[in-house]
């Protein structure tokens, strides 16, 4: 596996296997690697020709300094793990070589969808997110980007993102892996204490009732009352602070508060456990 810094490198790797009318498969990440990125890696390697990964913490898409200085980093472990996958390059890069003057950032704000939501509560993160996969798109050029289910709403985003300006890259998108709790896997999981990380389940445990509920011949309530379990449950519980549930329809992002059949929806959770903030959905229908 090559293991690349600089952007002038990859241009050069990049353009050989191009040349060679090769397909690059991409999966941008942030480090602290686990399962979810391995099935993203592997989805990727038997697809293309060429496997790129990039770790890079974006400082663009964090609104929270301090989140930005306590997200997980573990650089040697990853390469190592990158190492005894299907992965070819891994790119390395620094701020100078991503953002080499403010003049680099760009304010993106093509869809709605940016500022609700996760965008609402963090403010500019997903301009921040665009500046950094539109950049990492056009140094890798790839045939096809690999993001997972676990950010849907980014997901949805950049979907729309290379919709709109039309660029010609295929998003894959894997399902979210969880442990054995069913706890999402997120880097951020490494901030969890034990007794965070057992109390971390009820966002999965709360999506799993709401869609039980919703699926059900005879549904105790409907959506809104719903909701107002978990908001219940959430206030009682001390560990845990509910961001928001919210259920929204596949197609176009809308919030909804009746479901219809043959409609995909997605339920979503955020919440602060202990200082850790968590994200998780689910589908339905
Ligand atoms: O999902 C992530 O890890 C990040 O938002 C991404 C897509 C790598 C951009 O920094």
Redesign the pocket.
């Known amino acids: 596996m090559k293991i690349v810094k600089n952007i002038k490198c990859l241009q050069e790797i990049v353009f050989q296997i191009k040349k060679k009318k090769q397909s690059i498969g991409f999966i ?3 480090g602290s690697l686990h399962a979810g990125h391995l099935s993203l890696i592997e989805a990727a390697a038997s697809e293309n020709d060429f496997t790129i990964c990039s770790i890079y913490i ?1 400082p663009t ?1 964090f609104n929270d300094k301090n989140d930005f200085n306590t997200y997980p980093r573990s650089y040697e472990t990853d390469i190592e793990l990158l190492k005894s996958l299907d992965c070819d390059l891994v790119f390395l890069p620094n701020d100078k070589e991503m953002y080499p003057s403010n003049k680099s950032i760009v304010n993106y704000n093509f869809t709605f969808c940016m500022n609700i939501l996760e965008g609402e509560k963090r403010p500019g993160h997903f301009s921040g ?1 665009i500046n ?2 539109n950049t990492l798109f056009n140094l890798t050029r790839p045939s096809r980007a690999y ?1 997972g289910e676990k ?1 849907y709403q ?1 997901l949805w985003i950049i979907k729309s993102f290379v919709k709109n300006f039309q660029l010609p890259i295929k998003i894959r998108s894997c399902p979210t892996i969880r442990d054995s709790t069913g706890l999402a896997l997120s880097s951020r999981n490494d901030n969890l204490n034990k007794e965070e990380k057992v109390q971390a389940i009820h966002l999965f445990k709360t999506l799993q009732n709401f869609k039980l509920n919703l699926e059900s011949k005879s549904p105790k309530g409907g959506i809104i009352d719903l909701k107002k379990n978990s908001i219940d449950f959430f206030t009682k519980n001390s560990l845990i602070k509910l961001d928001y549930i919210e259920i929204i329809d596949e197609e176009n992002f809308s919030f909804v508060t009746r479901i219809k059949k043959n409609i995909k929806y997605r339920i979503l959770i955020a919440a602060h456990v202990g200082r850790t903030r968590l994200i998780d959905n689910i589908p339905i229908g």
């Open positions: 941008p990440t942030m974006n898409q997110v950094i996969v993001f950010d980014q």
